[in-house]
């Protein structure tokens, strides 16, 4: 589970708990409803309490998304046996790839897009780097780092590896001030 | 839960009974052969295993589903390896411990077992930062 559904999931909950303790404490008549109705009136027109709704119903339609459709992930056969299939979900494999990437200095907001081709796996890898960053060694590195995971992880081939620099960012300079 | 009723007993045992085992059971003890193999980090359980784990559940047949049937059994894991780990290597020996493990402890045959690797788990200490040379 990602971890973003787990937060979502989370704050779905407490918007479901505060709703039920809500219902149950009007249908049990621990509050008299002529106490709510001033209330209830008040409700047209507040433009928050649409927000608030309109919230609540994307997280809905989020968590329903990814408990019961979204793109069908993509899956890298890895091998076959007597005993069963292995198989692979590519998005696991481009998160390791991002992860690597980031950790290299100069190299920063890492998209990696990986697809099979044959036997072998192609690499389309989209990144900003800082302004000291050389980039003709950034690609070798890169390549040679995606090549050697690929292989020792998965054990495919690394095909085709296409590397293209968005921009350049300030976010290093931005923090090293110097005192 | 759904039991399956094993009916190989010999005709002069068949006074004995029968021996019932549920589909979790069955799940348990894959999910269980799994983690113990090296290389595997966890079990992936998609919403459903993340809903159960919030409310307190622990969930031993997390990212495993069986197909049980008289006498056969095949089994599909979905898992997170540790970095590092070689996918191929560690889900042979995945296979390789499940289907032992079934086999031993409730007498079905395992027709299959397949392995999903839905994700790749670093510890800290692969977090750190490269240099570019």
Redesign the interface.
Known sequence: ?RLI??II??LH?FISLAFAVGLIVLSSGLVPVDKMTPWLAMLPGRWELVLGGAIFFALSVR?LF??FGGKKAR?LL??T?D???????LD??E??LE??AK????VKRVRVRIEQVEEKLQVNMRLDVTPE??LP??SR?LKE?AREQLL????FELGRFDLAVRGITMEDKQKNRVE | MEDKELTGASPEQEDVGAVKIADEVVSIIAGLAATEVAGIAGM????????AE?LGKKNLSKGVKVEVGEKQAA?DLYVIIE??????DV??RV??NV?RAIETMTGLEVV?????????S?SEAD???????
């Open positions: 589970m559904d787990r999931l989370t909950m968590l990814a408990a899956q890895i091998a046996s005993d069963g299939a292995v198989t692979m979900q696991a494999l998160a390791l992860s690597m950790n290299t200095r100069g960053c050389s060694e950034a590195w780092r020792h992880i998965v054990g | 992936s359980g998609g919403l459903v295993g993340g809903i919030m089994v970095y590092g780990s070689r996918v191929p889900a042979i296979q390789e289907k299959e077992v397949n392995v999903h690797v839905q994700g790749i670093f977090k750190g930062e490269e240099r570019v040379r």
